[in-house]
């Protein structure tokens, strides 16, 4: 994550009762290229990408980044998280510096439904807590995915402001380690499980 300070997630994996949130290796191509190509998964974040540019485009190891965390289970990627910098220039702020962590996650629609997204972003929002105390995360998603705004509140994240992006009304959330959740908290489990 740059800028993050002293994050540079992921700095060892993360187990939690089902998952495994990792780096990205070269046996997660093929599953990256199904995530951006899917016409599900693109409905709320810009619509599919071409899967013939995407074969083009994706390197040999995808994801390979600071802040990105390959969700696995059983042995296969069945989506990702991220943790970057808000850009300044975007909307939705909770700090005049603006550059808030945020939090965003795609999972390939076969693993919705089963609480993966729930278990996998609340074990890396307890990382990012262990390793950067009271640091803010934000989350914004379009207020017509109801799935999203229900994670969102289960994460206990709460809404700040609503805007239009993108040609759609956003929410935009902040969520504290300092502050009381409703969300469960993730069991996470030490690197050999």
């Not at 998280?81 to 220039?89: F, S, V, Y």
């Not at 996650?105 to 996998?120: D, N």
């Not at 609503?162 to 759609?168: I, L, M, V």
Request: aromatic share 8%; net charge negative.
């Amino acid at each position: 994550m740059t800028g993050l300070g002293p994050v540079t997630c992921p700095p060892a994996p993360i187990r939690t009762e089902r998952l495994l949130l990792r780096e990205s290796e070269a046996r997660d191509r093929a599953a990256f290229i199904e995530l951006f190509a899917s016409p599900e998964v693109g409905a709320y974040v810009g619509g599919p990408r071409p899967r013939d540019e995407l074969e083009r485009a994706v390197p040999a190891v995808p994801g390979r980044r600071p802040g990105l965390f390959v969700i696995d289970l059983d042995g296969a990627m069945i989506g990702m998280i991220t943790l970057d910098r808000r850009e300044a220039e975007r909307p939705g702020h909770v700090r005049p510096e603006a550059g808030e962590a945020e939090l965003g996650y795609m999972l390939l629609p076969e693993a919705w439904g089963r609480g993966y997204a729930a278990e996998a972003c609340a074990a890396v929002l307890g990382r990012f807590a262990d390793t950067l105390p009271g640091e803010p995360v934000v989350l914004c998603t379009r207020t017509a995915n109801g799935r999203a705004m229900r994670l969102a509140a289960k994460l206990g994240f709460t809404e700040v402001e609503r805007f239009q992006e993108y040609g759609a009304e956003q929410w935009f959330g902040v969520w504290s380690s300092v502050t009381p959740s409703s969300a469960e908290p993730a069991r996470i489990l030490g690197p050999r499980g």
